[in-house]
């Protein structure tokens, strides 16, 4: 994330907790991935969470666990390799044997294509990251594991990139079209923040919120 944090994302709940880079669970508040510390801000994570906890079982916590790097491509990923300080696969595998070792994984939230929004580089988009969701699904030992993406927003300031950015978003919705456990999540009428790249607070919020939405309404059709 890179919004703003405000004193409304700090505030605990005893029903969310988060993983740090240093594998110490604690009670969850905003910002939520530390990698980056001088570049992190506000994400969707703990607003998604908070909508699970006003939903669902409250005599149950619900974990989040951030290992996004932002910036960083599909290839980074398949690759392992070092970015900004993190092995990408192998961060990701060993949070995702904590998380399996404290409770059971129920989904992946997945926002990135950015960094491949290029002619270039989308062309194989869709190959590389179905595969690595299938090892997402290996590492959580469930070949079903719901998945949920999130769209590039198509800001009007950054029409430079526009083309690209639509591009990966007909890429991502034909995934979710093809594997009904991913959904897809729509960044309509979300708002920039001043780089008109990534969303502002707000918009980080909402965004939670319709990941939210989506993971229930995945949830309920798999029953």
Known sequence: GRGMVEPMDTVPDCMIISILPDNRWVVAKEPLQLYQPALTGLGPGLAFARVLAE????????????????????????????????RLKSNFIEKMSMAKEAGTVKAIIWHQGESDATAEKSEAYKCKLKKLFGIFRQAAGNDTLPVIMGELALFPENSNHMADYITINKILTEIASEDPSIALVSSEGLKAKSDNVHFDGPSQRLMGKRYADAYLTLSTSKK
């Open 55 to 86: 939903k669902t079982n409250h005599r149950i916590n619900i974990a989040l666990v951030p290992c996004a790097v932002g910036g960083s491509s599909i290839d980074n990923w398949l690759s392992d390799s070092l970015f900004n300080g993190v």
